[in-house]
C-alpha cells in the first residue's frame, strides 16, 4: 500500500521502508528468481504515555530520555526532572502504556539525572537516576510495574566523587547490573533477583572506558593504561566475568598520539 509508506531503491539505503502513516501493509522483495513477502505494522505517533499525568512544567528541567527494548518486543522510555521527579512510559508490544511517576514517594532536593535504563529478555527492567547525595534505582519484574526505590550501595568516602555509569543490563536469569565510575575506579552494582536486594559493589582493578554486556552478565571492557617512562597511551581490552575478574586481557593499541577519551 503506497500511501502508508515507501521503500527506497537509492545506493545506500535499497529496500529501506519509510513510514507515512500508521496502519498494516504487506512488502514483497524478489532477488535472482527468490521472492518473499512481511507484514508490516506502522504503529500511529503518540506522546509516550498519554494517558498519564501530564508533563509537569517547566519543561525545559527535562533530562535526556533513555530507551530500552526488551526481548519480547516492549519498549520503555524513562526521562527525569531536576526537580527530581522520575518518570517511566513505552509500549508493551500492543498498544502504548501509561505514563507513570517511578518514585513518587522520594522528595530529592537539587538535581535529578538519570544515568542508565535497561531491560532483559524475559522483560525484566532497571531504571538508575543519581541525586545529590546517592544512586538510585527502581527494579520491575516481568509484567509487573516498577517496584520501590533503593538506594545502591556505592561506598564511596564522598559521593560527589561518583562519575557516572558505563554500562547498564539485565541478564537473562533478571538480575540487574550496573557498571559505573568513581574517581580513578570503576565499580559493579548487582541487583539480585533472587535476593531483591543491592548487593554491595565490587571493586574493578582497572578503570573501565566502555563496556558490552551478554545475557549472562559477563562483559567485554576496554581502558587506558598510561606509561610514564615513554608518555605512552595504551589501550587494552579484556572479558569480565560475573565474578568481576578480568580475564583474557590484551592489548589493542599502543600508540604516543592515543588520547584517553571515554
Not at 192 to 216: I, M, T
Request: proline letters at 6%; charged letters at 15%.
Amino acid at each position: 500500500n503506497p500511501s502508508l509508506g515507501a521503500i527506497s531503491d537509492e545506493v545506500g539505503s535499497k529496500g529501506l521502508f519509510s513510514a507515512i502513516r500508521s496502519g498494516q501493509t504487506t512488502v514483497t522483495a524478489s532477488h535472482a528468481g527468490q521472492t518473499a513477502s512481511a507484514t508490516i505494522h506502522v504503529m500511529p505517533i503518540r506522546l509516550i504515555g498519554r494517558a498519564g499525568t501530564p508533563f509537569p512544567a517547566p519543561n525545559q528541567n527535562l533530562s535526556w530520555p533513555l530507551v530500552a527494548m526488551d526481548g519480547r518486543g516492549a519498549a520503555t522510555a524513562g526521562w527525569a526532572y531536576g526537580s527530581g521527579q522520575v518518570f517511566a512510559g513505552g509500549h508493551d508490544g500492543t498498544d502504548w502504556t501509561e505514563r507513570v511517576r517511578i518514585n513518587p514517594a522520594q522528595q530529592l532536593r537539587g538535581s535529578t539525572s538519570l544515568r542508565a535504563l535497561a531491560a532483559g529478555q524475559t522483560g525484566a527492567r532497571v531504571q538508575a537516576w543519581t541525586g545529590p547525595s546517592g544512586l538510585y534505582a527502581t527494579y520491575a519484574r516481568p509484567d509487573e510495574p516498577f517496584g520501590n526505590v533503593r538506594r545502591v550501595p556505592v561506598q564511596l568516602p564522598n559521593f560527589g566523587q561518583f562519575q557516572g555509569i558505563t554500562a547498564a543490563t539485565v541478564t537473562d536469569v533478571g538480575d540487574a547490573i550496573l557498571l559505573w565510575q568513581g574517581i580513578g575506579q570503576s565499580k559493579v552494582s548487582r541487583f539480585s533477583a533472587a535476593e531483591n536486594r543491592w548487593l554491595p559493589p565490587l571493586l574493578l582493578p582497572v578503570v573501565v572506558s566502555k563496556a558490552a554486556f551478554n545475557g549472562g552478565g559477563d562483559a567485554a571492557v576496554t581502558w587506558f593504561s598510561y606509561d610514564p617512562s615513554t608518555q605512552e597511551y595504551t589501550l587494552r581490552s579484556g572479558l569480565l566475568a560475573g565474578s568481576a575478574d578480568l580475564q583474557a586481557e590484551t592489548v589493542l593499541d599502543a600508540s604516543p598520539s592515543i588520547s584517553a577519551v571515554s
